[in-house]
């Protein structure tokens, strides 16, 4: 007599391949705490509950962005760069209505969605202490809607440097290049903080609020990074 493995063994292999892909998600997920409490730790006081806003709303408002607009964006510019059908409506409702037998559409929305968001919130680091909420949550909207589902679009989407061989496999350039590339445009447009230098050019040293705080940020990330750099 087969048993239920034997005789259903691709919706195992299938559930055991989401589980896997949970497993990492929710790692990479964890990432954030990370990035929260390094960032807190190496700020001044003063900075810290304005740093830690800013990575909360970074999710809040994010991940919202990128299921509503950026999701459905990157499969857009795939098929605009690759040649394939377009259909603007079904990226969108891939999402809003997927079918039936789209069984694993939310689970690869989220996994997308964590990577998005690790982009967005290494912003967070290179503009700490010198933007306003406000301006930050600007810059998540367009990261998380228009400029990282562009990149992803692109690449890993199937889009045209997919096609002429280029391969990232942990996110070393689509997520750490582009959220650093993002980061030093909004600090080079920002400028160095007003009490950075002194009046005869000198830097000024500017300790971080909390040593305890960094060293557990830092290591939460390297936690994390098992899952971010394996999924």
Request: cysteine-free; aromatic content about 12%.
């Amino acid at each position: 007599m087969l048993t239920p493995l034997q005789t259903d063994l691709a919706s195992v292999v299938e559930g055991v391949n989401l589980v896997w892909v949970l497993t990492v998600t929710f790692l990479i997920f964890f990432m954030h705490a990370g990035f929260a409490m390094l960032e807190a730790g190496q700020v001044r006081a003063k900075n810290v509950a304005n740093q830690l806003t800013k990575n909360l709303l970074t999710w809040s408002i994010g991940v919202i962005v990128f299921f509503l607009l950026g999701a459905a964006v990157s499969s857009i510019v795939a098929a605009l760069t690759s040649g394939s059908a377009l259909d603007i409506t079904g990226a969108f409702m891939s999402l809003y209505a997927p079918d039936a037998s789209a069984t694993t559409a939310w689970v690869d929305w989220l996994f997308g969605a964590v990577f998005a968001m690790t982009a967005a919130t290494i912003v967070s680091g290179a503009v700490a202490g010198r933007a306003r909420l406000r301006a930050y949550l600007t810059y998540t909207i367009l990261i998380a809607g228009v400029i990282y589902p562009v990149v992803v679009g692109f690449t890993w989407g199937g889009g045209f440097l997919d096609a002429l061989g280029f391969h990232d496999f942990a996110g070393g350039m689509i997520v750490h290049g582009m959220g650093g590339i993002a980061g030093l445009t909004a600090a080079w447009i920002i400028g160095p903080r007003m009490d950075r230098f002194k009046p005869d050019g000198t830097a000024n040293v500017i300790p971080g609020h909390s040593i305890t705080f960094a060293v557990l940020g830092t290591l939460i990330l390297a936690f994390g990074w098992y899952g971010f750099n394996v999924g």
